[in-house]
């Protein structure tokens, strides 16, 4: 069975400064997909960015990147600048190509902004 | 833009009680996902399915149900309501298909359930 594993149940951070959080997972599969999912305060679940695997490039939106190292199955998102409004629960997911198209999250990390 | 709406934001309820949380979707999604999000173990799978009147048990079936009758509405049944039920119930709906345009889950609002 597919699990994914966040193991920093909060981080903070001081405004303009970068953070980095991490997640890991384990499946037997050679192609999926990895997300990262903000979940601020109102509840509700934003993808922030996503990854196929098979891409050897790691994703970047504006302010947020990954580093994507599959032999390791570590999937981490580097927050640039960070900005107040970032402050939210972020989730690690993975999803299967083909078959059941569910997704599979982690624990989450919560992430403070320090002003 | 896509919406996905639980019918309420926050529920109370008996033990014993059955409860019915509904989530509709106007995008013409095929997939639809109740999870049920508790802290420390994040998002969890009760149940999914893929078309009309189909499902499948998720990681955490035990103690709820759920109906499919229409294509935009999911619903997630608690037969017999109980405390170790109360938590955070997120829907979510997606597109089928391998495509990397259709992975994106779009989630409702959530409801936040407390049974006494």
């Known amino acids: 069975a597919q699990t994914v594993t966040q193991s920093q149940p909060e981080m903070s951070v001081q405004e303009a400064e970068t953070v980095t959080l991490s997640c890991t997972y384990d499946?037997?599969?050679?192609?999926?997909?990895l997300f990262w999912y903000k979940q601020p305060p109102s509840r509700q679940m934003i993808l922030v960015i996503r990854?196929?695997?098979?891409?050897?490039q790691n994703a970047t939106e504006n302010r947020f990147s990954v580093n994507f190292q599959k032999a390791a199955k570590s999937f981490s998102l580097k927050i640039s600048d960070s900005q107040l409004g970032d402050a939210a629960m972020y989730f690690c997911?993975?999803?299967?190509?083909?078959?059941?198209?569910?997704?599979?999250f982690g624990q989450g990390t919560r992430l403070t902004i320090n002003p | 833009d896509v919406k996905v709406t639980q019918s309420s934001r926050y529920l109370v309820k008996r033990t014993g009680e059955k409860v019915f949380l509904e989530c509709v979707q106007d995008m013409d999604h095929e997939n639809m996902f109740w999870y049920r999000q508790d802290p420390g173990l994040g998002l969890r799978l009760i149940y999914f399915s893929y078309d009309v009147k189909m499902k499948e048990k998720g990681d955490i079936p035990e103690g709820y149900s759920v109906s499919r009758e229409k294509k935009e509405r999911f619903s997630l049944i608690l037969e017999s309501a109980s405390t170790n039920q109360t938590s955070m119930y997120l829907c979510?709906?997606?597109?089928f298909g391998p495509g990397q345009e259709n992975t994106e889950a779009f989630f409702g609002q959530g409801t936040r359930l407390t049974v006494v």
């Open positions: 499946t037997s599969e050679s192609d999926y997909y």
């Open positions: 979510a709906s997606s597109l």
């Open positions: 990854q196929e695997a098979y891409k050897q």
């Open positions: 997911a993975y999803r299967v190509i083909q078959g059941a198209q569910k997704l599979v």
